[in-house]
């Protein structure tokens, strides 16, 4: 099932554009592009214009910034890494600074990143002190035999690098929102019987998890994830974002993927890679093999992906109200956009 999704030209401009693009058929494949999320959710379109500013700003200085990066020569790995460092220090999203709480008040955050070139690939999750989890994770992926490390054990890597990695206190990730968010949460946890279900955040929050999926102009693929998880999570709990195959992917033979949303559906589901399986043994496009994941394999409202294939054909599919997005290229395409269609916003 394809949706026709529309999304807006940045800053206001008049021009549509398809969602999911193409160019398998008509124009020359782009020499580079990016696909950027800042998290699905249910998000409800009467948001603040505050909140609307702060989130589209954020993708619009992270999109610019990645595209001159590529225009620059820099690998798709560099480019995934600076874009999420860039929204890691952005406090609309939930992730570095705007990381969101655990049940307890804490911060516990988790990313992972993955080179289409070589297969190479490395993850950190439940983190306390690291500024930039992703940088971490990119690290654990150059300088270990090893693919994943968590908790206590992530936190001694990070130490046996001394100064090449940025600490900071828990105390850092607090934030006005994310503790209004958790307060909320606890308080309707008191009112009604314990929740069964992963995410029983408000249903009107953003949920903010960043991710980016680059086509470099030396035809390289790479994808990144970097997220605080889900409000009021439980101590230890560890989504989709740092596990490879779930929350992010990437295979120069196939795609790069980082999904976003309730990420116990896309461990279950093995998202990420599901779409590159698609790919490889159904000879599916990027495009439809997500939104057959999305909308055929999830549930509605349970999140979004996006992805690039070596063509720079992008995907950005969600079952959602609406994921915060951007996508570049080359060409000189630059979008970014929340909404199925958000011009009404
Ligand atoms: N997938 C993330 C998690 O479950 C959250 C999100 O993307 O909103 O930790």
């Known amino acids: 099932m394809r949706t026709a999704l529309l999304l807006f030209a940045a800053a206001g401009a008049a021009c549509v554009s398809p969602l999911n693009t193409s160019h398998a058929d008509s124009s020359p494949p782009p020499a580079y592009a990016l696909v950027i999320h800042g ?27 990645g595209l001159a990066s590529l225009e620059g020569g820099a690998p798709a790995l560099d480019v995934v890494e600076l874009v999420i460092q860039i929204l890691e220090s952005d406090s609309n999203f939930n992730s570095g600074v705007g990381a969101v709480c655990t049940a307890n008040g804490g911060h516990e955050l988790d990313a992972s990143i993955m080179d289409g070139e070589t297969l190479a690939c490395g993850a950190v999750g439940g983190v306390t002190t690291v500024e930039h989890p992703i940088a971490l994770a990119r690290l654990v992926m150059e300088e270990t035999r090893h693919v994943l490390f968590v908790a206590d054990g992530a936190e001694a890597f990070a ?43 408000d249903p009107n929050e953003i949920k903010g998890t960043v991710g980016c999926v680059v086509l470099d102009s030396y035809g390289h693929l790479a994808a990144g994830t970097s997220t605080g998880g889900l409000t009021g999570k439980s101590f230890g709990r560890i989504g989709d974002s740092p596990i490879i195959g779930a929350g992010t992917y990437a295979d120069d033979e196939t795609c790069a993927i980082s999904c976003t949303g309730v990420g116990e559906e896309y461990i279950r589901y093995a998202v990420a890679r599901d779409i590159s399986a698609r790919m490889e043994y159904l000879g599916m496009g990027v495009a439809e093999a997500c939104d057959v994941v999305i909308h055929e394999v999830l549930k509605p409202g349970d999140g979004g992906v996006i992805g690039i294939d070596r063509q720079g054909n992008v995907a950005m599919s969600f079952n959602t109200t609406g994921m915060v997005r951007a996508v570049g290229n080359s060409q000189g395409r630059f979008d970014v956009g929340i909404w199925e269609g958000f011009e009404d916003l």
Do not use: C, I
């Not at 249910?42 to 610019?64: F, K, V």
């Open 39 to 65: 998290g699905a959710g249910y998000p409800s379109r009467d948001m603040s214009p505050e909140q609307y500013a702060g989130l589209t700003s954020g993708m619009q200085g992270a999109l610019s910034a």
């Open 159 to 201: 130490d046996s690098l001394g100064d090449r990695v940025s600490r900071v206190p828990n105390s850092f990730f607090d934030t006005e929102r994310t503790k209004a968010s958790l307060k909320a949460l606890l308080d309707r946890r008191a009112d009604e019987s314990a929740s069964k279900t992963a995410d029983d955040s």
